[in-house]
C-alpha cells in the first residue's frame, strides 16, 4: 500500500469510529465562474458568495485531519480562481492527489501550476460542428491545444463525453481517435434531462433508446481495444438511464461534494439529497460530523458510477481507487 495512504489510515480510522465514514475522497466545486456558457449548464449565471482563500487553506487542513487522500477540482471553470495554484499545493503539502477538470480554454495560460496535478479531465463531444455548437465557436482547437500542453508537461489526461441528441457514432469515433491521439482514455455519460445548477430542460437531452444504442456503441468500441476508459459494468449501469430505483451505494461511506460557498454534500448526483452542511459554521470536520447521508435512485455521472462500483468491491476496490 502507497506510503500517502498508509499516513492516512489513523486519520481515516478514527473519521469511520467517530462518524461511520471518513472523506477519502473530496470533488471539489471551487467556483461556479466560467468563462464559456455552455448550452446545458447555468453555473456561470449561479454566482455564489466563495470561500476565501484563507477559508480554503483552513478546509484543505480540515480535510488532511480526517484523512482525505483523493480531491477533484471542478467548477464552473477552476482556473478562473487565481488563486488555484496556491491550494493545490497546499493540498500537495499534504500528499493528497489532486486532479481536475476544465473546458481546457486558460491551460496553456497557467502552466505553472499543472506539475502539481495528477491528472486533467476536459470536455469533448465530437467535432466541431457538434462539440462547438454545445460550447463554443473555436472550443475543439482549445481542447487540442490544452490536451498539447498536458502531454508536453507529463500530466494525465482524461476525456468526457456527453451523450446529447445530437451525438452520433462518428461523434464518439471522433472523440476516442483524439483520445487515441493525445493518450487520454475517454469517458461517455448521459445529458441530464435538466440544464446544470437550474430546473430548466436540457435542450440536447437524448431520449433513452438512443442513448443506450450509443453505449452500445461504446462497448463495442471498448472491447476492439479504443481507449474507453469505462468499465463494462459502468457502462451497463448507464445503459438504465433514466430508470429511477433504489440503488444500494456505499460511496457516501468515503466520499463528498463541496460547492463554493462551502456546503459540504454528500454526493453531487441529484436524488433526495439532503440539506447540506456549511463548513463556515464550524469548519469542515464539523460540517463533516453533522452531514446527513442519503438514499440515491440514480446514478449518472460516468466516474460516479465506476466509483461505486469500486468501493462496492470493499477493501480491495477502495485500496485501487485511492492509490491510484
Same mark, same amino acid.
Given at each position: ?11 481515516? %480510522? ?7 465514514? %471518513? ?134 489526461? /482524461? ?44 435542450? /440536447? ?7 443506450? *444504442? ?57 436524488? *433526495?439529497?439532503?440539506?447540506?452542511? *456549511? ?29 461505486? %462500483? ?15
Amino acid at each position: 500500500m502507497s506510503s500517502s495512504i498508509l499516513e492516512r489510515v489513523p486519520f481515516a %480510522a478514527r473519521a469511520l469510529i467517530r462518524h461511520g465514514r %471518513a472523506p477519502l475522497g473530496v470533488s471539489w466545486v471551487i467556483t461556479n465562474r466560467c468563462n464559456l456558457h455552455c448550452v446545458y449548464c447555468d453555473c456561470p449565471t449561479t454566482p455564489l458568495d466563495e470561500l476565501s482563500t484563507d477559508e480554503c487553506l483552513d478546509v484543505i487542513d480540515q480535510m488532511a485531519t480526517l484523512g482525505t487522500v483523493r480531491v477533484h477540482v471542478t467548477g464552473g471553470e477552476p482556473l478562473m480562481r487565481k488563486d488555484l495554484e496556491r491550494l493545490i499545493l497546499r493540498m500537495r503539502f499534504h500528499d493528497m492527489r489532486v486532479s481536475m477538470s476544465s473546458n481546457g480554454t486558460l491551460i496553456p495560460k497557467r502552466r505553472r501550476l499543472l506539475k502539481s496535478l495528477r491528472s486533467v479531465s476536459l470536455s469533448l463531444d465530437g467535432p466541431p460542428e457538434v462539440h462547438d455548437r454545445h460550447r463554443a465557436d473555436g472550443q475543439v482547437a482549445e481542447v487540442r491545444a490544452a490536451l498539447k500542453t498536458l502531454r508536453e508537461h507529463g500530466v494525465t489526461r /482524461y476525456l468526457t463525453c456527453l451523450l446529447a441528441s445530437d451525438t452520433t457514432p462518428e461523434c464518439i469515433d471522433f472523440v476516442l481517435a483524439t483520445g487515441t491521439e493525445f493518450g487520454a482514455e475517454v469517458y461517455f455519460q448521459p445529458a441530464l434531462d435538466v440544464v446544470l445548477a437550474s430546473e430548466r430542460s436540457n435542450p /440536447y437531452s437524448p431520449e433513452a433508446e438512443r442513448v443506450r *444504442s450509443l453505449l452500445a456503441t461504446v462497448t463495442d468500441r471498448k472491447r476492439l481495444g479504443a481507449p474507453v476508459g469505462n468499465t463494462l459494468e459502468g457502462l451497463a449501469h448507464l445503459a438504465t438511464w433514466p430508470a429511477v430505483k433504489p440503488l444500494p451505494c456505499p460511496v457516501g461511506r468515503v466520499a463528498v461534494r463541496l460547492t463554493p460557498d462551502g456546503v459540504l454534500l454528500p454526493c453531487h448526483e441529484r436524488a *433526495s439529497i439532503p440539506d447540506g452542511e *456549511s463548513v463556515r459554521r464550524g469548519g469542515f470536520v464539523e460540517a463533516f460530523g453533522r452531514l446527513q447521508t442519503k438514499r440515491c435512485t440514480e446514478c449518472w455521472g460516468a466516474g460516479r458510477a465506476d466509483l461505486r %462500483a469500486a468501493v462496492m468491491r470493499g477493501p480491495m476496490g477502495l485500496y485501487e481507487l485511492f492509490s491510484a
